[in-house]
């Protein structure tokens, strides 16, 4: 459990040190699963929008 968040190793010192590790592990995580998140965002609205453009048959040799 420890390596899959890498507590693994501590290079900080002291009782302090270990509560930095904590938060400084924690702060990653939640970054990580929020930049997740925000890609998986992206790719529906990407879909939702190649969706509405499939639909109407948009294409540069209609427009001109």
Known sequence: MKS???LGRNFY???AGDAVNILLAAA???VKR???ALLNL???I???L???ASMN????SNAF
């Open 4 to 6: 899959d968040h890498r």
């Open 28 to 30: 990653a995580y939640n």
């Open 57 to 60: 048959d948009f294409s540069l």
């Open 13 to 15: 010192k002291g009782l």
């Open 50 to 52: 190649s969706e509405r």
């Open 42 to 44: 992206l790719k529906r």
């Open 34 to 36: 929020a930049m997740r």
């Open 46 to 48: 990407s879909e939702m």
